[in-house]
């Protein structure tokens, strides 16, 4: 099994207050998990028997509608707390965790969550932080597919996309995994066909790039005017 230096969790909001020997024993309780891109974590309706640390990679969370259509709610970028049904009063995982990249996870029985929120400083306000930020940002979502147009919805989702996980480039911003058409499509519930011909007329205009898969934003001033 790897083995990891507690420094590694120096830096991490949820176990950043806690002293070496502590963030030892946290390491010691884990389960180190590696996932290929592609590959789920953990699927929706599953009993929620772990939760997780994204150590490295991205993480994309998706859920299907009534209609059995696939929805992508959001995207978990390193060092945040994943499939963390316990918070939510919940012992099935409401959604599924998709390998966008290649990760590293580190891996709890959930078990041990209510010893984590007694015993590591910092631990509950950090997992209830993350959550009050991923159903503020759903919410938002929502108000975005009921009151925004597709143009807006589709430019926001890009945008949101590069603040949240961009790097910069040669060329512009670039979000750092690939995103495809069909991703965004099912980002803003939008046809496939409206995404490609947008993206298209912005990659004219200079405003977005697209290559082999990933996105790079050339103009952001001129994607956030697309947003209102």
């Known amino acids: 099994m790897m083995k990891l230096d507690p420094s590694l969790l120096q830096n991490l909001p949820p176990f950043e207050r806690l002293n070496a020997a502590d963030r030892q024993e946290v390491l010691d309780l884990a389960r180190i998990r590696r996932v290929l891109p592609g590959k789920s974590v953990f699927e929706e309706g599953m009993d929620a028997t772990h939760f997780h640390l994204l150590l490295d990679g991205h993480i994309r969370v998706e859920r299907l509608n009534p209609e059995g259509e ?7 970028p390193p060092g945040q707390l994943f499939g963390i049904a316990r918070a939510l009063g919940r012992d099935i995982y409401p959604a599924t965790a998709l390998a966008v990249t290649e990760c590293l996870i580190l891996v709890w029985p959930t078990a041990l969550w209510e010893t984590f929120v007694e015993r590591y400083d910092g631990f509950s306000t950090e997992a209830y932080k993350v959550v009050g930020n991923r159903v503020s940002e759903m919410n938002n979502r929502i108000m975005e597919l009921a009151t925004q147009h597709v143009e807006q919805r589709v430019a926001r989702a890009i945008l949101r996309l590069m603040q949240q996980h961009g790097r910069d480039s040669e ?58």
């Open 70 to 76: 696939k929805v992508i709610s959001l995207h978990i």
């Open 171 to 228: 060329i512009g911003t670039q979000i750092a995994f690939p995103v495809t058409r069909k991703v965004i499509s099912e980002m803003t519930g939008s046809t496939l066909h409206t995404v490609s011909r947008l993206l298209s007329r912005w990659e004219r205009q200079r405003i977005v790039q697209s290559q082999h898969r990933h996105i790079f934003v050339l103009d952001e001033g001129r994607l956030e005017k697309l947003t209102h």
